[in-house]
């Protein structure tokens, strides 16, 4: 055989890659055919030569084929500069894994293969089964049936290291997911274009960070009629490359076909006749693969590329010279240096047709919004210097945004192959940039250093939020889109390499950015966060990380005894809760207080002892979940990973409680409404207020009017979302917050009495101080305790920093009833006065009374 590994096809990102140029399978499947003079179930080497020259001619680029090929087939594959995709035929159609003879033999079959075919320059890849029955499967087991895959796999491996892997799946048993495949391969057979698109994109989503092949698609000219076969396979060739297939195979060249032992004559799926007469779908196929992977697009809409940047030389040159080599007809590169002190100006001046524009350091968004306003196209896309995209980035992003409704669009960003070894380390760990889908295309969040947008979306939302400087900018920009209207997709082809932190340090000093951001964009988006802080995404997110520890197990559905078409799996999410033993609340409430207690009480040592080992339990357990790069991982590379998990979330939860700690959430007007509205604080109730109305205004509208105000004024709140059992809550002070409770009763002659509970209370952050305090002075006494019996008195601290959080709490009630008075004036509301007893005074105005009452004073000392 000939041997050339410079000329094998390797993966790269979601495509393959021969040499320096881009590979997209363009096949056609071929045989099996009767068996020749020499047994092989292939055609005589005349008529191969004869088909591979047609195959050629058609403008394919790869045969798949299902008996492993002799020498002499390779070498003509070769010589007709087609590659060949290869499945190892063994007895998949028994329940191989009930037989130890039948798994030998599979591993054998797996094994002669990849010898025969080693470090062949004609063979892209090896299949190691095609199309498992889905009741064998559902008898044998999925999991076992994968962990058996992956062992096929394996073999194949240690004979060829460098070999492509995969298997032929087919919606019967889609939920199969062996983690070793180097891509996915699906044969599909759906003649509804909308379904087909449908599960293009449902498939790309399975395929998640690698290719995806049709492994077979096709159809019955007999059956379905050539001119029908000729329009089906048209729009399936052209909608899969467009949707960012990495390949396609079409079954199948010629109507000759040969299976289980005898010549099959009632079928013509071929492209040619049985003497190899091309049909009219051979021309449509041959028109379709000259064509591919780079339908045109019905626009080409100007795009300009923003390159924010802030001392980013180390890997600006890779980014500026991927962005001047992009398949797009109409863009522009904008740089924006935010006040840059390393090389950035200089390796610009190398770059003529980027746009340089240096600014005084402002920060990410403002950098961002020079960029939206220097650009002259339609669509902004943005990508970070830290970044390299592939050649095709544009060609996807903006025919997936063009073909849709969408106002914006992302996509991946990949782990480049050159990174250092502690970079695949930290991306596998929590906290990196990930998109979070609601659907297969629509997403909720796309990163920031792979996003685009169309100019006029920015330009209505005024752009970046200037307050955040480091990060956060894309959440917000995602968020206010949505809150707008506007939906967000998601581009699985159009993506970029992401240069990760590759120090422990610049990856914690990264989450600390990410804290600070957090805490700015709990002030703005509260409803967007839970009580602990932490956000809440309503979409699945998508990460090298998996956000958590799962535990349980994933479901599939097989439909009524096991003959469903399409079988899903259903994955469960990370047992989030699990991942809270790693929080800086669970070490700063639980731990530590247990860690100073355990001082003076000795016996709860062991409790202690096993709070931190859960919690270091935890983290190991994430990290052996995390699937690595097989040629990024070292001995030490779990490890690494399970230490990041443990020191992330302290890192990332400091930044954030210390960035909710610097903001002040109280409007500035709020505390001058107090002198206009209320008198001085003498300690009346302000748990409740009621108010009269005769207007015929109904509850929900006066709780729309009090949110309506809150978001004037700009008040911190988060409204209920359905499930809580108060209306909206204010996040008032830094150590306060407060719920809004409202109840309507309806009185004679069309009267209401509408009440307001008002259930102030600490804030985290409060509640966190005020326990860390205590627990710290706990840890003091019971150390110093002996020596110092003084120490006792620092106890005394706690009530008074006790009773300044309450004075906090009754503040913020001051203002809110201050707000609400104001507001039911303006709806012409009376308040209910309270007399000493705190009862309210139960007197109904008169109709025509419908000025405000200022509450009377108490009498009396």
Excluded at 38 to 61: C, P, V, W, Y
Aim: with cysteine; aromatic share 10%; glycine share 6%.
């Amino acid at each position: 055989m000939t041997t050339a590994t410079s000329a094998r096809v390797r993966v790269d990102g979601k495509f393959f890659r021969l040499g320096d140029k881009k590979f997209l399978p363009k096949g056609v499947t071929y045989g099996p055919f009767a068996p020749n003079s020499a047994g092989e179930h292939f055609a005589s080497r005349d008529q191969t030569k004869l088909d591979l020259a047609q195959i050629r001619e058609m403008g394919a680029n790869l045969v798949r084929v299902y008996y492993v090929p002799p020498a002499w087939f390779l070498d003509l594959a070769q010589e007709h500069g087609l590659k060949v995709l290869v499945d190892v035929p063994w007895r998949k159609d028994r329940c191989f894994l009930d037989s130890d003879n039948l798994r030998a033999e599979a591993k054998a079959a797996v094994r002669d293969a990849a010898a025969l075919c080693a470090r062949h320059p004609a063979v892209f890849a090896l299949s190691v089964v095609n199309e498992i029955a889905s009741d064998i499967v559902r008898w044998s087991g999925a999991r076992r049936v994968a962990e058996f895959i992956e062992e096929l796999i394996r073999e194949a491996k240690a004979i060829d290291p460098e070999c492509l892997c995969t298997f032929g799946n087919f919606p019967p048993t889609e939920f199969l997911r062996p983690q070793n495949v180097d891509f996915h391969c699906f044969n599909v057979y759906l003649h509804q274009r909308r379904a087909y698109e449908n599960y293009l994109a449902r498939l790309q989503m399975i395929a998640d960070t690698k290719p995806l092949i049709i492994g077979e698609t096709g159809i019955d000219s007999g059956r379905e009629g050539e001119t029908h076969k000729c329009v089906i396979l048209a729009w399936q060739i052209e909608l899969g490359f467009r949707r960012g297939l990495a390949g396609l195979i079409v079954f199948s060249f010629t109507d000759d076909w040969f299976r289980n032992g005898t010549q099959v004559e009632d079928w013509t799926m071929g492209l040619t006749t049985r003497d190899r007469t091309p049909k009219d779908s051979f021309i449509v196929v041959q028109n379709a693969f000259r064509k591919a992977p780079h339908f045109p697009l019905p626009s080409y809409p100007k795009v300009s590329v923003v390159v924010a940047s802030y001392n980013g030389a180390r890997t600006l040159e890779t980014c500026l010279a991927s962005l001047g080599r992009l398949n797009y007809p109409d863009y522009e590169v904008i740089l924006v240096d935010d006040g840059s002190t390393d090389s950035s100006c200089r390796i610009a001046s190398d770059h003529p047709r980027v746009r340089y524009i240096h600014q005084e350091n402002k920060g990410l968004s403002v950098a961002r919004n020079t960029g939206i306003n220097a650009a002259q196209g339609e669509v902004v896309a943005f990508t970070d210097s830290d970044c390299r995209a592939d050649e095709d980035w544009l060609h996807y992003l903006i025919g997936d945004l063009l073909s849709s409704d969408f106002a914006g669009i992302g996509g991946h960003n990949f782990l480049p192959p050159e990174d250092s070894l502690v970079a695949a380390a930290v991306m596998v760990s929590p906290g990196g940039p990930a998109h979070v889908m609601l659907n297969d295309r629509e997403a909720e969040h796309i990163p920031g250093c792979n996003m685009a947008f169309y100019k006029w979306a920015l330009d209505e939302i005024a752009g970046f939020d200037p307050i955040y400087r480091k990060a956060g900018d894309d959440v917000d920009v995602c968020w206010r889109l949505q809150q707008c209207g506007h939906r967000i997709g998601f581009s699985p082809a159009g993506f970029v390499w992401h240069y990760r932190r590759s120090t422990v340090k610049a990856y914690l000093k990264q989450q600390t950015g990410y804290g600070e951001a957090e805490a700015l964009l709990l002030s703005k988006h509260p409803e967007y966060f839970n009580s602990s802080g932490a956000s809440i995404w309503r979409g699945r997110i998508y990460s090298p990380s998996n956000m958590g520890v799962v535990v349980r197990r994933s479901v599939i559905y097989h439909g009524p005894f096991g003959g469903a078409l399409f079988q899903t799996l259903y994955s469960p999410p990370p047992a989030f809760g699990l991942m809270l033993a790693t929080s800086l609340e669970f070490h700063v409430l639980i731990t530590l207080p247990l860690l100073v207690l355990s001082v003076p009480f000795t016996f709860l040592w062991p409790l202690t002892a096993t709070t931190f080992c859960v919690s270091i339990g935890v983290c190991v357990a994430a990290a052996s979940q995390v699937q690595l790069d097989k040629n990024k991982q070292r001995f030490w590379s779990r490890p690494l990973v399970a230490l990041l998990c443990f020191l992330q979330p302290i890192a990332r939860g400091w930044a954030r409680y210390e960035g909710r700690l610097r903001i002040n959430t109280t409007p500035g007007n709020a505390f001058r409404r107090i002198n206009t509205f209320t008198e001085v604080d003498r300690g009346e109730p302000l748990d409740e207020v009621q108010y009269w109305c005769h207007t015929g205004l109904d509850r929900l509208t006066f709780v729309h009017a009090i949110i309506n105000g809150l978001e004037e004024e700009k008040w911190q709140h988060k409204p209920d979302a359905g499930w809580d059992e108060f209306d909206v809550e204010i996040q008032g002070t830094r150590w306060s917050r407060l719920q809004i409770a409202t109840v309507a009763e309806s009185v004679e002659k069309g009267h209401q009495l509408f009440h307001c509970r008002l259930m102030a209370g600490w804030s985290l952050p409060a509640n966190l101080l005020f326990w860390s305090a205590c627990g710290l002075e706990l840890l003091l006494i019971g150390i110093m305790v002996s020596t110092l019996p003084w120490l006792w008195m620092l106890l005394l601290t706690l009530p008074l920093l006790g009773l300044y959080f309450e004075s906090e709490k009754r503040i913020l009630q001051r203002l809110i009833v201050a707000f609400l008075d104001e507001l039911a004036v303006k709806h012409q509301l009376t308040k209910v006065p309270f007399a000493k007893t705190r009862e309210p005074v139960a007197v109904r105005p008169e109709k025509e009374d419908t000025t405000f009452k200022e509450a009377p004073k108490p009498q009396g000392p």
